[in-house]
């Protein structure tokens, strides 16, 4: 109901700061998520965790566990990318914990090896960029990756394919039905 109530425009947006929207694009966002760059747990971990101080770390692994339940519950309603310069900009919509009657724009930046440049939510949270609502757009990102990475490894078991490393070589002679074969014994 509220991806609904989303995309008609019932719902109050929160949307970021100016500091980070100058340097994002206006325009030119889509949702087709095929030529991102590879996001994984790796990705969200070094982010959310190790960019930061010793003493901050404790209180980002909050966010993270409460990050991932964001995700699998459905909170993160859309997600739209652009590409320019070397940079993935995008910007997802994601669903506060306790009020239901608005939604949160986050803003992300990739670089194109996967590494999360900054980030940004308008969420009390948020300040950093480290917030429950990016964490959850990261996974959604990070399973996105898994599911692509899946399709694109549509193989075949060796075992369910001819036989590549013993082929036998071609028969000179023709095919011929049993009855027709004329056996004989050779000395």
Request: charged share 25%; net charge positive; glycine share 4%.
């Amino acid at each position: 109901m509220a991806r609904k109530k989303t995309s008609l425009g019932m719902m109050e947006e929160m949307n970021p700061t100016e500091n980070i929207k100058h340097s994002f694009p206006k325009d030119g966002f889509s949702e087709n998520l095929a030529d991102l760059p590879n996001v994984n747990f790796g990705t969200v971990w070094r982010y959310m965790i190790e960019t930061i101080d010793a003493k901050r770390q404790l209180s980002t692994a909050k966010p993270l566990v409460k990050g991932y339940n964001f995700y699998k519950s459905g909170n993160v309603l859309t997600i739209k990318v652009c590409s320019k310069q070397n940079k993935w900009f995008i910007k997802s919509q994601v669903l506060p914990s306790m009020k239901k009657n608005c939604v949160y724009n986050c803003h992300t930046v990739l670089l194109s090896n996967g590494t999360v440049k900054l980030s940004h939510c308008v969420c009390p949270a948020g300040v950093d960029g480290r917030c429950n609502h990016i964490a959850a757009t990261l996974f959604a990102l990070d399973e996105h990756c898994r599911q692509r990475e899946k399709q694109q490894k549509t193989t075949i078991s060796c075992t369910s394919t001819a036989c590549k490393w013993n082929v036998p070589r071609k028969r000179k002679g023709d095919v011929v039905p049993i009855s027709e074969m004329k056996f004989q014994k050779h000395e």
